[in-house]
């Protein structure tokens, strides 16, 4: 009996903890919400900030031991509606750790960015699907 | 014979101790349907097809689904990962593996539309088949959109 309880106490834990990365988030300058209609850019590392832009804040996605949802387009999924949540239409990754062997998961460094430009045309990551 | 047994028993426990990865597998297949059908279906705001359309996706992740179509409002929610019920069935195999392999692959996991206060978006009706999600979703009509008119096939 006692083996079942600490069997189900074990996969309470998992459940609850397992899958979603650690987020850090500091927002400094937040603005109003964007709507789902309004495009937010991804830029990746390679992908130049255009001039002009306010910082909104920053988010860090962190490994949290028993993450398994944290591949790029996930983080980057999760960054975008954090993004548009504090009014940002940028998401511009600044460092990145890909998945090695001590982590399974992508770690990003984020700053967040308002832009009054179109940012559709701005060179950008294409989210996909995993 | 009994080496068989044991070997046997113990391959049985190995294989068999991933429960909801052998049973449901680590991706879910997804359809989509919509009353009228046609609608434009994007998955975290990526265009995936037009209703009815199916996709594979993984159990591990949550998906923004957004339907648009000319003349109704823009369905808009979230599939949500769940609790997989097969992941109970590591405790009835005894399985410690399977504790920790079904959270790896996400097969701990199965998605659903999203519900507020129990209910589901008004509109949407859903069913799981075989482990296949089916959602069948009603467009609300654009009361801000005009009919001017249509066009009809010629004979």
């Known amino acids: 009996m006692k083996k079942i309880t600490r069997t189900l106490l074990l996969m309470a834990v998992i459940g609850i903890t397992s899958c979603s990365p650690k987020i850090t988030s500091n927002f400094t300058n937040p603005q109003p919400k964007l709507s789902i209609d309004e495009n937010v850019a991804l830029l990746d590392i390679d992908h130049d900030l255009p001039e002009n832009v306010v910082k909104v804040g920053d988010l860090r996605f962190q490994d949290s031991m028993f993450s398994t949802d944290c591949s790029f387009n996930s983080l980057m999924t999760q960054a975008r509606n954090e993004a548009r949540k504090n009014g940002a239409n940028i998401v511009k990754v600044i460092d990145k750790k890909k998945p090695d062997l001590w982590s399974s998961c992508y770690r990003l460094k984020i700053e967040l960015y308002k832009y009054e430009g179109d940012v559709s045309s701005l060179n950008q990551y294409k989210l996909k699907i995993d | ?155």
């Open chain 2, 1 to 155: 014979m009994k080496i068989i047994v044991k070997t046997t028993l113990l391959s049985s426990i190995l294989i068999f101790s991933s429960c909801a990865t052998i049973i449901s597998g680590s991706r879910q297949n997804v359809e989509i349907l919509s009353e009228p059908s046609s609608a434009k279906v994007y998955i975290n705001e990526i265009e995936i097809g037009k209703t009815p359309v199916q996709k594979n996706l993984k159990r591990n992740q949550e998906y923004q689904l957004v339907l648009k179509l000319d003349g109704y409002k823009t369905y808009q929610t979230i599939l949500e990962k769940k609790f997989n019920a097969w992941y109970i069935g590591n405790v009835a195999f005894g399985g410690l593996i399977g504790l920790i392999i079904d959270p790896i692959t996400g097969a701990m996991h199965k998605l659903k539309p999203e519900e507020i206060d129990g209910n589901l978006k008004s509109g949407t009706t859903y069913k799981t088949e075989r482990g296949n999600l089916f959602i069948k979703i009603s467009m609300d009509i654009d009361p801000n959109s005009e009919k001017v008119g249509q066009l009809e096939k010629l004979e």
